[in-house]
Each structure stands twice: as C-alpha cells, then as structure tokens.
C-alpha cells in the first residue's frame, strides 16, 4: 500500500496546470507624427498609433508638462490595432502628450492589459517667417 502511494504522488504533480504567465503589455509598432523628432510637417492632421495586437475601444490621452497639448479629435480604432485621430499642429511648437499615465489607463489590450504610460514628444519645424526671425 505504501509504494502505491508513492508512485501516485509524482503523477499528481504532472496533472497540475502550470501558472500562466503574466501578459505582457501592448507595444506601439508605429506612431505619425514620429515620437522624439524634430521638424514635423505642422501640415500633418491625422494621428495615428499602430500596436502589436488589438486593442479595446478606449484611450487615454494625458497632457504632459513637457510640451504643448495638440489638439486631438475623434480618435477611433480600425482594425482593432490602429487608432486614428485628427490633429492640428501649428509651426514652430514643441508638443508632449501620454498615452496613459498611472492615473488613466485606458489604452488596453483586447484582454484588458493596459499600456505602459508613454511620452510621445515631437516639435514642428518653424514657418518660413520664424526661420527669418532666427
């Protein structure tokens, strides 16, 4: 009776379901205009941000104190994993917006996996009397 026992006990430990892994949050495969450049066409209207799997039909767009709010209109997703948004941009500007923060968080994952908060900074390039300012 004992060794049956003893041969049970390793096979119970085969049956157990392994532990899912966490997910992973979603990923921005592209973004227009380009995070982190400078001399952006300020002639750019629409928004959009690709990620790596689809997403729920929300956001969270967050003023930051790093540049200037554009501003931002109708955003909404196609295909599930790109969001479009109009835009209007001036010459010259520095702009800085999240895409979520600690607070807001509704950029999420069809599983419900929110974005990590991102910066997304840009600057435009001046008009042609700002240049002759300089």
Do not use: C
């Amino acid at each position: 009776m004992h060794r049956r026992s003893v041969l049970f006990l390793p096979l119970l430990a085969l049956a157990r379901p392994a532990l899912a892994a966490e997910p992973t949050p979603p990923a921005i495969l592209s973004i227009t205009p380009t995070n982190g450049l400078t001399n952006i066409d300020p002639g750019i209207r629409v928004l959009s941000i690709m990620f790596d799997r689809q997403m729920r039909n929300s956001w969270s767009f967050v003023k930051s104190d790093q540049g200037e709010w554009p501003e931002i209109r109708m955003p909404v997703f196609r295909h599930g994993d790109t969001l479009f948004a109009d835009i209007s941009l001036r010459s010259g500007r520095t702009y800085a917006f999240s895409l979520n923060s600690t607070r807001f968080r509704n950029f999420r994952s069809g599983e419900g996996v929110p974005l990590a908060p991102t910066l997304i900074r840009f600057t435009t390039r001046p008009s042609e009397s700002q240049q002759t300012d300089l």
